[in-house]
């Protein structure tokens, strides 16, 4: 059974930074893609950035140059690091995994990101 735990959520400033964790079990971590997702109030779920079992990334245009995803195999665990925060970046996060980057088939509980002064 495929658990994604996510953490690291939190109320921030603009400006600041967070990190987000998410870890994975019940799957061959390293052979998946892992991604990050996020929704805001009222909006779909949008894609954020995502990195493939070889180790590439992708990022949605937003967050480029602010965010960085990042993988541990050996902990099982995808990051998401969250650097120049703005409000627009308000959310709940989502940690998603698949057998390739264009398809995530399994989803954690997701994580509260609120920028706000």
């Known amino acids: 059974q495929v658990q994604l735990v996510e953490s690291g959520g939190g109320l921030v400033q603009p400006g600041g930074s967070l990190r987000l964790s998410c870890a994975a079990s019940g799957i061959i971590f390293s052979s998946k893609a892992m991604g990050w997702y996020r929704q805001a109030p009222g909006k779909q779920r949008e894609l954020v950035a995502r990195i493939s079992s070889g180790g590439s990334t992708n990022y949605a245009d937003s967050v480029k140059g602010r965010f960085a995803i990042s993988r541990d195999n050996a902990k099982n665990t995808v990051y998401l690091q969250m650097n120049s925060l703005k409000f627009e970046d308000t959310g709940v996060y989502y940690c998603?995994?698949?057998?390739?980057?264009?398809?995530?088939?399994?989803w954690g509980q997701g994580t509260q990101v609120t920028v706000s002064s």
């Open positions: 998603a995994c698949g057998r390739n980057w264009y398809i995530f088939d399994s």
